[in-house]
Structures are given as C-alpha cells and as structure tokens.
C-alpha cells in the first residue's frame, strides 16, 4: 500500500515538474528571412520575443543567445548583449532591464556546400528572469528552433 501511494505521489511530481519545465518564461517566435535560400546568399534570423506579464529580463549577467551547430549555414555559435546584440537597456525604479520589443536580427550565410532541402537550425537563450512584484529572480533556458529551406 505505501509503495503505490508513493509511487503515485512520484509519478504525480514528475508529471508537474514536466509541465512547468515547458511553460518557459520567454516566449520565441522564430524565422528565417527569406525563407527559401540559395547556397552563398545571406539571410537573417528574426526572433520575437515576448515576456509574462510582470517580468522583465535583467541586462546582467549577460543575455546570450547560443545556436546548436548546423552544416548548411555559417552562424555565430554565441551571442551576448554585452557585444554583440544591439538590445536597449531601459530603466524602472532603478532596475535595469532589456527592451524586448524590437525584433532580434542575427545575420548568417548558407555554405556553399550545403545540401538541398529542409533544414532546422536549433538554438537556446540564456537569462535571468525577474518578477517586479514579487521581487525574485530566476536563471532560466528557453529553446527555440528555425526551419529554412535550401534550393
């Protein structure tokens, strides 16, 4: 009998810990421009960005965005508000937070010898995530993924 109890308790935690895991703080809407791409072109990646209501993302420690490797497009492996993203830094009751409105542009190239077809180029961002109201801070992943195709 306990075991069952806890094993229900167990199965009941780790289905919860599942669920909050997805439901990530940043939502991301991800895309390549163009769509459809010629080897050598260039093209960018467009990420939207979109916070729960009440949050903000803290400018330090850094805000990176990182992409998985991928054969078919030559794409910085990392970036970083610190360097490389062109983020404003806006103020609030003397916290300093990143202005998320504007769209994200990141530039990339597709290889000479990529192949043709449909590819997905996968990446995460990294930040810290703050409550105004509740005054706590999270370091927090969220992961995003891009579809392109090659002709």
């Not at 992409?67 to 610190?82: A, G, M, W, Y």
Request: include cysteine.
């Amino acid at each position: 009998m306990r075991k069952n109890v806890f094993l229900c308790i167990l199965i009941l935690c780790l289905s919860l810990f599942a669920v909050a895991e997805d439901e990530a703080l940043l939502r991301i809407e991800a895309s390549s421009n163009p769509k459809r791409l010629s080897r050598g072109q260039k093209g960018t990646i467009v990420l939207k960005l979109s916070l729960e209501e009440g949050m903000f993302i803290s400018p330090e420690p850094s805000f990176i965005i990182e992409f998985s490797p991928c054969e078919e497009l030559i794409v910085p492996k990392s970036l970083s508000t610190d360097y490389d993203l062109k983020i404003d830094v806006l103020e609030e009751n003397g916290k300093d937070y990143l202005n998320l409105s504007e769209d994200i542009e990141i530039p990339f190239t597709v290889r000479l010898m990529a192949k043709q077809g449909k590819h997905l180029l996968e990446g995460k961002i990294k930040y810290f995530a703050h409550s105004k109201e509740e005054g706590w801070c999270l370091k927090y992943t969220s992961k995003f993924s891009v579809a392109f195709y090659i002709k």
